[in-house]
């Protein structure tokens, strides 16, 4: 718990709601359900989020749908470093973003096996 003559002088914290729809909004997507208040779900068809509401602040979970089990990312927002839902709606469209792509682009694993084996 901080002071209050810091938390004064600190930019007033985002509520957890307001600022889950807010990054929903941005990435065009519906508002989550109003009785979701401290865990929210968005799922789009190349990224399922979810994010959980902490003491002063919030974690979200990256995952892609159709990727390798290990293929998740945690991100974890303070409020008192005055996140920005912009910028947080852009790193989640580079991540899906990059997902779609590799997916595209990834040869299968015997290729992949016998690069392996000629580099050696």
């Known amino acids: 718990m901080l002071p209050h003559w810091l938390r004064s002088h600190l ?12 990054v929903a909004r941005l990435l065009e997507l519906p508002p989550a359900p109003p ?32 990727g390798d089990l290990r293929d998740g990312v945690w991100v974890r927002l303070h ?6 839902p912009e910028a947080v709606a852009a790193m989640i469209r580079a991540y899906a973003r990059r997902g779609h792509c590799e ?3 990834r040869p299968s694993w015997f290729v992949r096996v016998l690069r392996v084996l000629r580099s050696r």
Do not use: I
Not at 43 to 50: A, C, E, I, L, S
Not at 79 to 84: A, L, T
């Open 35 to 66: 009785a979701d208040v401290y865990v929210r779900r968005y799922d789009t068809d190349r990224v399922w989020m979810v994010w959980w509401y902490k003491d002063g602040g919030a974690s979200l979970f990256l995952e892609r749908p159709y």
């Open 11 to 22: 930019p007033s914290e985002p509520t957890f709601v307001a600022f889950t729809d807010a």
């Open 79 to 84: 409020w008192h470093e005055s996140p920005n």
């Open 103 to 105: 997916q595209r682009r």
